[in-house]
């Protein structure tokens, strides 16, 4: 099965899923059928004055996610995530990444079709 | 000489003060209004526009067909205007500052150039006031560039004056780097004070000399002014907290002209200006 990339605040299963996409602090790119993951780090991305969700899509996108789960993902991040082919889920934070990948895997989560964030210049 | 009307805090007075300065200007001068992300100097000096040019920033245009997904493009973007996301090449121009970096490095010529409107540079006279602004495309989010392109069309043959933006960011430093004096108009307030206090310290390092201009005197406190002792930054002019002036300017009246009674203190605004530009800095302030 395909590999999911969530937004987190910390670098395991157990920690919440971080509600922003492009600053978030880690990705935890899980393979959902072992729960074995691996962890990115976005600090480069936060300290960005601009871009921080172009290049979070693109850690994610180096990662060989399938797929994003995360609070809200901003229009050129969503841009750039559906021009690489991952699908997006939104709407997830308040849980942790553990639960974000379980409800994912029981077709709980909207697959989104546009941003549910306007960009900070729109 | 370059005289740019700077604050930190916005709506202490800037355009009223750049508009009755030019309109007593001794000799050639030329009006700026690089506020051009809500410009207002034209609302005052009522020019008459005679030209217009469309401001443009080069941005990259990709070829999908060209690109072998090298990424040395998104590397030297510093704005992520310029992204590979799975061999693709995706750009974000609204995003780009126009370097021209990634057609530069490009080793297979695949990115080409196509512009971004930034705004409108116009021109014209008011009187025997040579006039220029800059106006921001709306949704356009950088000021920098448009104002890069409005200085270009400076008339530096005589004397300019500049009515900056507020705060102390990109735009405002884009306004004022070039002067030779800048004047700061704050007002004795704790958030006048407060954004006086930001702009010194931004506009400090350009190493210009600067004067304060104190708008809507008797208002406030004391602070502003001991403030301005202990930096040896000098008062030009105290304009007072007076209803009849906010009439006039909400009338779209240049106040030396409405309120004879003020055209004095900028006559003498204007004298101090060239006192202070004529004056080498304060060594001790670098020291």
Redesign the interface.
């Known amino acids: 099965m395909d590999k999911i990339a969530v937004s987190s605040q910390g670098r395991g299963l157990d920690d919440q899923v971080d509600p922003r996409f492009g600053r978030a602090a880690y990705f935890i790119v899980v393979d959902p059928e072992t729960m074995s993951f691996e962890v990115l780090d976005n600090g480069n991305s936060r300290a960005?004055a601009?871009?921080?969700g172009?290049?979070a899509?693109?850690i994610v996108?180096d990662s060989g996610a399938k797929a994003v789960l995360s609070g809200f993902v901003g229009p050129?991040a969503f841009?750039?995530?559906s021009?690489?082919?991952?699908k997006i889920g939104q709407g997830v934070d308040g849980l942790s990444v553990r639960e974000a990948v379980q409800r994912y895997q029981s077709g709980q989560v909207d697959m989104a079709s546009r941003p549910n964030k306007p960009g900070h210049?729109a | 000489m370059i005289v740019a009307v700077a604050s930190g805090k916005g709506g202490t007075g800037k355009t009223m003060v750049a508009a009755s300065l030019a309109k007593v200007w001794d000799g050639p001068v030329q009006a700026v209004d690089m506020d051009v992300e809500e410009p207002n100097l034209h609302l005052f000096l009522k020019p008459e526009l005679t030209g217009r040019e469309t401001a443009r920033l080069p941005v990259p245009l990709a070829d999908q067909a060209k690109c072998t997904a090298c990424r040395a493009c998104a590397e030297i973007c510093q704005f992520k205007a310029i992204a590979v996301l799975a061999g693709y090449v995706m750009t974000f121009p609204e995003m780009c500052h126009g370097c021209g970096g990634c057609t530069a490095v490009c080793p297979e010529g695949a990115i080409t150039e196509d512009y971004r409107e930034l705004g409108q540079v116009l021109w014209g006279r008011a009187d025997g006031i040579s006039f220029l602004m800059g106006r921001l495309r709306v949704g356009e989010a950088m000021s920098p560039p448009l104002m890069r392109a409005v200085w270009l069309k400076v008339d530096r043959s005589g004397d300019v004056i500049v009515d900056a933006p507020p705060g102390v960011s990109c735009p405002a430093i884009a306004a004022v780097r070039p002067a030779d004096v800048i004047l700061l108009v704050s007002e004795p307030t704790p958030f006048g004070f407060h954004d006086l206090k930001l702009a010194r310290e931004a506009f400090e390092p350009l190493e210009k000399p600067m004067g304060v201009i104190v708008n809507r005197a008797g208002l406030g406190d004391e602070a502003l002014y001991q403030y301005c002792r202990e930096v040896e930054l000098p008062i030009l002019l105290e304009i007072p907290f007076d209803r009849r002036i906010a009439e006039a300017y909400s009338q779209g009246r240049v106040i030396a002209e409405a309120r004879p009674e003020y055209r004095q203190g900028f006559l003498d605004l204007a004298g101090r200006i060239r006192d202070l530009a004529a004056a080498p800095l304060l060594e001790a302030r670098h020291a």
């Open positions: 960005m601009q871009g921080a172009i290049q899509a693109e996108a050129k841009q750039a995530l021009a690489a082919g991952i210049w």
